[in-house]
Structure formats: structure tokens, C-alpha cells
């Protein structure tokens, strides 16, 4: 019995067709159940992934729909009328250009100061022979598994730092990232140590040779964290919303959950009397502000899937 | 580094610190270096947790941490006085609904993309699948207002359905339902990566043997691709449990309106609006204190069941 099927095994093999290699499996997937499996499966994973990406489609396509279309036509993907107005609207205040700028000069400034203290630091501890490279290590390791929590990080901020109402508010409690910090170090300390010997021979101290000979090397590296820290910037709005002041310097999620999400929900509750209620703009005009704030991290989603992946893999084997 | 310094301290202290000088001298730059991200750590991550003392005081921003009044327990006893088994009622209830919910569609999602032959295939429904991840949690609830909301395309399909409006949005029976499927579809195909790094390692003798030995797929699937990531889905499952208390606060946040109140109030959210809303930075410190010490006990106490099952768990 056993025999039979290497045996069958084998010729498919030869002929090539009933024998399908993939990554894990060797097998034959000609029989009946294995054909139905196959097509549940595909099918099942193929409308897993269209209903993810749907909704964004279909905003997409609405921000460009009139409002009549949106009321009274169902689901759509391409709308009949295709009219800018919805962008016209949203463009014709500066409330969301400067929005849009404030969200860049947070994401740009934050990214080089991220990247500024995290090489600043991941460099010398990278070197084994630094003096108290252990209790910094431990430090940085213990940092990792305790935080104080978001009320004594709060009281530091607002109260002691005394940095309400600035920028730096947002950007300085997060500029290191203690995992991505291990990471780039664990990146420099497979740099091979005899360039950085050649480069000391050549008269360079450690800072030169790490301008001149390890920056340059680990520039992959360094957009690979960039773009880390750049979308956790982008994205972010629970620091912006509780430390700024001036809605002048609101970045984009917040001009956004100031639009739709008070709105709404001031809209369906009018019992709060909010004094701030403002009329909940028209469908399609919400449509657009959404997709304002999602193309920049759609412009960069193809170099996000391959480091953020590997970025997974890399602590995922280690851990 | 240590034996150096070990002979050094043996031949008197002053040669150890001589040496350390010298040291320190040859690499001066690296000290430098070092010294802006030392001081991050020490003032934004080690003064906040000096700063949980606060949770024992009457803390008022004018006389500082140090001269506030010290009051003992009185805000844990203040906490189980208020109506806090409302709070922790709410967490639980939406964190087992989420971890009965989100936590097992992505290692069913992973196995299924594990048998999906065609590579263009997968690797096509794989970037449709990550998609979200990387869309902000205040796009995700806006898309989610501008679809359920009263005027949206689900909430005008459901009224004519139904024959009266439903409110997704402010409908207490509904919010957990919504909070986690917002998280099924921001997170499923991105929770799919780590159960996929796992499955790479499988030996692919394992089932050529199996085929041999004439297992079918199902047989293959249940015998040996499943038991391949059983430790990952183990250590997944301990460090979720360990967090059984939080149910972050950036969503709800955003989510919670004065409709559902009664159950968008978890612990998180308590703690962010009595806190930072209402300035009461003990009450909210000693909640966060509680909370973060029930974790702890969570994270060990898994993790000594997955020892039981003859699991690595977590440590």
C-alpha cells in the first residue's frame, strides 16, 4: 500500500503535472476533495481580501460622486456623474491645506529626530567594549516591559516639561523606540569591524568614521525606520489631541475626527448643546477629507509591505 | 569589559579609575554620543514610573510630586467605592469578545493562505490584506461614520431593510459588535504574517511522509501544519491575556458618544477621561496602577497554564 503510492508519487513527478511544489508542502491535489478544497479556499481568501479593500474603494469613488448620487443610488463603485466638487470645497478653506501641513512638519521633524537619537544611541552601544554598556543595555531592556503608565507620562509633559501647546509635546515622549533601537543596533554590530579599524587608521575618531564609513553603509536601515517612525507620526492623534492647544496647529487626524467623528456624534445627540456644533458636512465632502489623509501612506504602501513584513519576521524569530 | 575592570579593582582603586579614564578618553565621541538617548530613557520613561507614586498622593500640578499630600490607599478605596465593577465589567465583556473573535481569524486566514498554490495569488490577496494596518484608527472610524452613519450606504440599507433607523453608531447592543469588527478588518491580514513566519519552518519531509503514508489535506492540515504553530499561537495567546485589561483608548475614544456610554466606559477610557479630561491625576493614576498589576498577574499566570501544557509560553 504504502509502496503504491511512492510509487504514484514518483511518475507525477515525471510528468510534472500532478505534483505541485509550494513552500511547505509536496503533495498531489488532483484528487476530488483536494480540487473542492482548493476552490473553497481560493474563493473564501479572494472575498476575505476584496471585502478589505472594499470600503476604501468605495470611499474613493463616493468622494467624487454628487450628493444626489450618494442618497439615492446603493453600493457603487464608479459613480455616474464624476465631479470635483467635493474637493473644491475642501480646498477652498485653508483649514485643510494648513492642517496638511502642520501633519507633514510633525511627520518630517519627528522622523529626523527619531532617527537622530536612535542612531546616536544604537552606535556606541553597539560596541562590546564600551564601558557600562550593560546597565545601559539593562535600562534600555527594563524600559521595554514597565512604563509609567499614561497619567504620570502626562503629568511629565503638560506640567514639569511644562510643553502643552508646542510641538515638541508630541514628538519628544516617543523619540526612541527601544525595539527599533535594539534592532538598528543589532544592525551595526554586524557591520564588519575591520572597516571601521581601516577608518581609524586613516586618522578618523568614532564620530567621523560613523558619518563617513557607517551611516553611509546602513542607509537601508535608516529608511526602513524612517518609514517606521514616519507612519507612526502620521498616523498618530491621541498626543496631538491632549497636549495641543491652538486648533491652528491640529494635524490632519485631528481636523478629521473634529469633521466627521464630533460631528456625528454631536449630530445624533443633541442634547449636549454643544456650543461648537457645526452643521455635519455633506457625504461626499467627508469622503474626500478621508481620502486626503490616507493617499500619503497609500504613495508609500508598497515600500510599507516589504520592510514592515520583514520587520515582523525579524521579531518574530527572534522572540 | 568586567574582567578588565576586575583586575584593574584588584590592583588598587586608583588604577581602576585611571583605566576607566583613559578609556573613556579613547572613545570619548561614544560617550557623547550616548548622552542625549540616555537622558531620553531616564526622563521619559524612568521619571514616569518614579512618577506612580502620585497614585498615593493628593496630586496637585502646583506643589509638584514631591510636595503634594501623601493619602495612602485612599484612591484605591475611592476607586471600589465609585461604581467600578461597571468599568471592569466593559473591559471584560469587549475584551473576550475580542479575543474569542479577532484573536483565531487570523491563524485560520494564515492557514488558508498557507494552501493557496499560485504564488501571484497569494502574494496579490496578501497586499489587498494588509492594506489597513496602516491606515490610522481616526480613518478607520471616520470610514466607518461616513458607511454606518444615518446617511451612510449601510445605515440607509439597513433602515429600508428594517423599516426603522438603525443606530450603529449610538446603539449600546451594537458598539462592541462594531469595536470588533473594526479590529477584525484593520488587523486580521496583518496578524497573518507572525502565524506564516511559523509555518515557513515546518520540514517539508513531514508531509511528504504523511503523503506516504496516504494523509489526505485535511489530515495534513489538523496532524502537522497546526501542531507546526501551536507554540506561536501559545505565546500569542499569553501575551493577549496579559493585556486582557486594556482595550486601548484611542478607539473607544473616538467611538464612544453620549449614547453608549453604558458600555463604551472600560477601564482605559476611565482612566484617560478622569485623568486628563477632568484633571483628577491621582484617581486616574491609582486606576492605571491597578490595572497594570492585574496585567502582570494575567501575563504569569498564562503563562504557567502554557507551562502545564508542556509549552516554551513566554519565559
Not at chain 1, 503510492?5 to 514518483?10: G, I, S, V
Not at chain 1, 507620562?153 to 527599533?180: D, E, F, M, Q
Not at chain 2, 493614576?285 to 496585567?295: D, P, Q, R, Y
Amino acid at each position: 500500500m504504502a509502496e503504491d503510492k511512492k510509487k504514484r508519487h514518483e511518475t507525477a513527478t515525471v510528468n510534472g503535472k500532478k505534483i505541485a511544489v509550494h513552500e511547505g508542502a509536496v503533495g498531489v491535489y488532483n484528487s476530488r476533495g483536494s480540487i473542492m478544497f482548493d476552490v473553497i479556499n481560493y474563493l473564501i481568501v479572494g472575498l476575505a481580501s476584496i471585502t478589505t479593500v472594499l470600503p476604501l474603494i468605495y470611499v474613493i469613488g463616493a468622494s467624487f460622486a454628487t450628493e444626489f448620487e450618494l442618497q439615492t443610488r446603493p453600493m457603487f463603485i464608479i459613480p455616474h456623474d464624476v465631479t470635483l466638487d467635493a474637493y473644491k470645497f475642501i480646498f477652498a478653506s485653508n483649514k485643510l491645506i494648513r492642517s496638511f501641513g502642520n501633519s507633514v512638519f510633525i511627520t518630517v521633524c519627528g522622523t529626523l529626530i527619531n532617527l537622530f537619537f536612535t542612531v546616536t544611541m544604537a552606535y556606541p552601544i553597539s560596541k562590546k567594549y564600551l564601558r557600562f554598556r550593560n546597565p545601559i543595555l539593562t535600562m534600555v531592556i527594563i524600559s521595554m516591559f514597565f512604563s509609567g503608565g499614561m497619567i504620570p507620562g502626562y503629568i511629565l509633559v503638560a506640567s514639569i516639561l511644562k510643553l502643552r501647546g508646542t510641538y515638541w509635546a508630541i514628538i519628544l515622549p516617543g523619540a526612541i523606540s527601544a525595539y527599533n533601537m535594539m534592532i538598528v543596533k543589532n544592525f551595526f554590530q554586524g557591520i564588519p569591524q575591520e572597516l571601521e579599524e581601516s577608518a581609524y587608521l586613516d586618522g578618523c575618531n568614532d564620530l567621523t568614521t560613523l558619518v563617513r564609513i557607517v551611516l553611509p553603509l546602513s542607509l537601508p536601515v535608516l529608511a526602513t525606520f524612517g518609514l517606521f517612525y514616519a507612519v507612526g507620526h502620521w498616523n498618530s492623534y491621541f498626543s496631538a489631541m491632549i497636549y495641543l492647544t491652538d486648533s491652528k496647529m491640529y494635524p490632519l487626524q485631528l481636523l478629521l475626527r473634529s469633521i466627521i467623528v464630533q460631528a456625528e456624534a454631536s449630530a445624533g445627540d443633541m442634547s449636549l448643546m454643544d456650543p461648537n456644533f457645526v452643521e455635519p458636512p455633506a457625504q461626499s465632502v467627508k469622503m474626500a477629507v478621508i481620502v486626503v489623509a490616507t493617499v500619503p501612506i497609500m504613495c508609500v504602501y508598497p515600500f510599507l509591505q516589504k520592510y514592515f513584513v520583514k520587520g515582523v519576521m525579524v521579531g518574530a524569530l527572534k522572540g | 569589559m568586567s574582567s578588565a575592570g576586575q583586575v584593574a579593582t584588584k590592583s588598587g582603586k586608583g588604577k581602576y579609575w585611571h583605566q576607566l579614564g583613559s578609556d573613556i578618553r579613547k572613545h570619548l565621541w561614544l560617550y557623547i554620543l550616548m548622552i542625549p538617548g540616555i537622558v531620553y530613557f531616564l526622563v521619559f520613561k524612568y521619571l514616569p514610573m518614579f512618577g506612580i507614586v502620585i497614585a498615593f498622593e493628593n496630586y496637585v500640578p502646583f506643589s509638584g510630586i514631591l510636595g503634594s499630600k501623601w493619602v495612602g490607599l485612599y484612591w484605591f478605596q475611592f476607586f471600589f467605592k465609585s461604581n467600578w465593577s461597571l468599568y471592569l465589567v466593559n473591559t471584560l465583556i469587549l475584551s473576550f469578545m475580542s479575543i474569542v473573535l479577532t484573536f483565531p481569524a487570523p491563524i485560520i486566514l494564515a492557514l488558508m493562505l498557507n494552501e493557496i498554490r499560485s504564488l501571484h495569488y497569494k502574494k496579490l490577496t496578501q497586499t489587498l490584506l494588509y492594506v489597513p494596518h496602516f491606515i490610522s484608527i481616526v480613518i478607520v472610524v471616520s470610514i466607518t461614520y461616513v458607511i454606518f452613519g444615518a446617511s451612510g450606504l449601510i445605515g440607509r440599507f439597513a433602515a429600508q431593510i428594517t423599516g426603522t433607523k438603525v443606530d450603529f453608531l449610538g446603539d449600546p447592543k451594537l458598539f462592541r459588535w462594531m469595536i470588533v469588527g473594526q479590529n477584525i478588518w484593520k488587523e486580521t491580514g496583518w496578524g497573518t504574517i507572525i502565524f506564516l513566519a511559523a509555518l515557513t519552518n515546518v520540514d517539508t519531509q513531514l508531509y511528504e511522509a504523511a503523503m506516504i503514508d496516504g494523509a489526505n489535506r485535511a489530515q495534513r492540515l489538523w496532524h502537522i501544519t497546526l501542531p507546526a504553530i501551536r507554540s506561536t499561537i501559545v505565546l500569542m495567546l499569553v501575551l493577549r491575556m496579559g493585556s486582557v485589561l486594556d482595550t486601548g483608548y484611542e478607539q473607544l475614544i473616538l467611538m464612544a458618544n453620549a449614547k453608549n456610554r453604558s458600555v463604551s466606559q472600560t477601564l482605559d477610557v476611565f482612566v484617560y477621561q478622569s485623568g486628563i479630561q477632568n484633571s483628577q491625576y491621582s484617581y486616574a493614576a491609582a486606576v492605571g496602577l491597578l490595572k497594570s498589576i492585574v496585567s502582570v498577574i494575567m501575563v504569569v499566570g498564562t503563562n504557567k497554564i502554557a507551562h502545564m501544557l508542556g509549552e516554551e509560553g513566554l519565559y
